[in-house]
């Protein structure tokens, strides 16, 4: 089962390079299309500091920090003993991790390009290894850990 979690992990983060070389093999830096008109457009923009441009700059930094987080992962997997959900949210941070850090190290900041438009509200700049992120700490909370589990049954359950 860890191999399948390096498995899956490498999947998603070649899926996320491809795009990212097709972006920037295609498009011209702060190029957008429009896909929908008033609400999403790919728009081609390297963020060099993490969510939100915190951290501009920090590249370094950010390579380091990144590299930890794998490193603390990779120790986990091997420790843990592995459920599927745990295999799934292990992959997406995988992926989600290595295609950012990838990024840093090759162009000194991360290609971003999924651009909405709520309403009046332009939301940042992202990608696909972001959504990866994202699910897998949406996971990881979702689980909530053995206690948070004893507590989730606990409450809801009867």
Do not use: C, W
């Not at 991360?110 to 959504?131: E, G, H, K, M, S």
Request: net charge positive.
């Amino acid at each position: 089962m860890k191999k399948k979690i390096y498995i899956y992990g490498s999947i998603l983060f070649l899926g996320d390079f491809l795009i990212k070389l097709l972006i920037k093999n295609t498009m011209n830096i702060l190029e957008s299309i429009t896909v929908i008109p008033n609400f999403f457009s790919i728009t081609y923009v390297i963020n060099d500091g993490a969510a939100f441009s915190i951290l501009k700059g920090k590249q370094i930094f950010l390579i380091l920090l990144a590299s930890i987080f794998l490193f603390f992962l990779i120790y986990s997997i091997k420790e843990e003993k592995l459920t599927k959900y745990k295999m799934i949210y292990y992959s997406f941070l995988i992926g989600g991790i290595f295609g950012n850090l990838v990024d840093r190290i090759i162009y000194n900041g991360v290609i971003d390009y999924l651009d909405f438009q709520i309403f009046i509200y332009d939301a940042p700049i992202f990608n696909l290894a972001d959504i990866f992120i994202f699910i897998g700490v949406v996971l990881i909370l979702l689980e909530g850990g053995e206690h948070g589990n004893r507590i989730f049954r606990k409450r809801y359950t009867n």
